[in-house]
């Protein structure tokens, strides 16, 4: 079992041959992320983009581009449909955001032609290395799916599950977050939680899936909290995963754990062929990183 985000880059360093394609590469930070990656062997990069431009921040950086495959392309657009048939075409492992809009790079994603889309729906997966908290810690879905219908939590929860099985872990623990434990039919998350948590029984999540809710936060991640308010479970204070119910809960909560709880942390969006890095300015280099890593490490693992 993979317990922290440095392990996830130490299990990749074995394996040198994960490629990345990188869609409008043009962007100085996704560069320094991404050649930071090649550097420490975690993967082989493919730029996508205004070739003069990539070279440029290349050498403003003193970052270095020797033998490494650019394929010039003259507008988002492009960037996004060149990097998008390299992955499909297998020619690449997996797939990374630049300076284009998430929109222009998704829209060739779910291209029917030669797209990356399943019949499975594209969520979020953010990963937190915690340091009150004894393992890492997953988030879905509080970035790209605001407020999921039931149908859409059980694919948002299965992406989530294929997502832990990169990380090895063997039993994994979901918990479906809600502002309390009883069902209340005025709260949709709680009734949603109840039902997941009865598909999960029934095997719909897989074996060694234990998804218990609705759960309020505390008693997710604090056994002891649960035993203060004489509360059941199975999960409590171990669980792998909260399943949030809307984008707001999610975003919310995880940015108060970066900055508030010195939390690191990796993301990326499931639900497509292949894993796909999509990171913020906002975010810290170690955070982009680590991004790529952990969409490497998923994208290893499917192969």
């Not at 082989?44 to 431009?53: A, C, D, M, Q, V």
Request: proline residues 2%; contains cysteine; aromatic residues 4%.
């Amino acid at each position: 079992m993979i317990n922290s985000l440095e392990d996830i880059i130490k299990e990749l360093k074995v394996n040198k041959s994960v490629k990345l394609a990188v869609a409008a590469a043009q962007d100085k930070e996704v560069l320094h992320a991404v050649l930071d990656a090649m550097n420490m062997s975690i993967i082989e990069p493919i730029l996508i983009g205004n070739s003069e431009k990539i070279k440029q921040i290349a050498k403003d950086l003193r970052l270095n581009l020797e033998n490494i495959e650019i394929i010039e392309a003259k507008s988002y657009e492009e960037c996004a449909k060149i990097a998008v048939k390299l992955v499909s075409s297998q020619k690449a492992d997996f797939l990374m955001k630049g300076i284009l809009d998430t929109s222009i790079l998704l829209k060739q994603v779910l291209n029917k032609e030669y797209g990356l889309r399943t019949d499975s729906l594209l969520s979020h997966v953010m990963i937190y290395e915690v340091p009150n908290y004894h393992k890492l810690l997953i988030f879905s879905d509080g970035g790209m799916n605001i407020k999921p219908t039931y149908e859409q939590k059980e694919k948002i929860v299965l992406n989530a599950v294929k997502a832990c099985k990169s990380l090895n872990i063997d039993n994994i623990k979901i918990a479906a977050l809600a502002a309390k434990e009883k069902v209340d039919e005025k709260m949709q998350a709680t009734v949603d939680a109840k039902k997941l948590q009865e598909a999960s029984e029934a095997g719909l999540f897989g074996e060694n899936v234990i998804l218990e809710g609705p759960l309020a936060f505390d008693l997710a991640i604090s056994g002891e909290a649960a035993k203060v308010k004489g509360f059941k479970s199975e999960i409590s204070g171990d669980v792998d995963v909260i399943l949030v119910p809307t984008i707001e809960v999610g975003n919310g909560i995880g940015k108060s754990l970066t900055y508030l709880a010195n939390a690191k942390s990796a993301g990326v969006i499931m639900g497509a062929k292949t894993p796909i890095v999509l990171v913020s300015r906002a975010d810290s280099h170690e955070s982009k990183l680590y991004s790529i890593a952990y969409g490497a490490l998923i994208a290893m693992k499917a192969r």
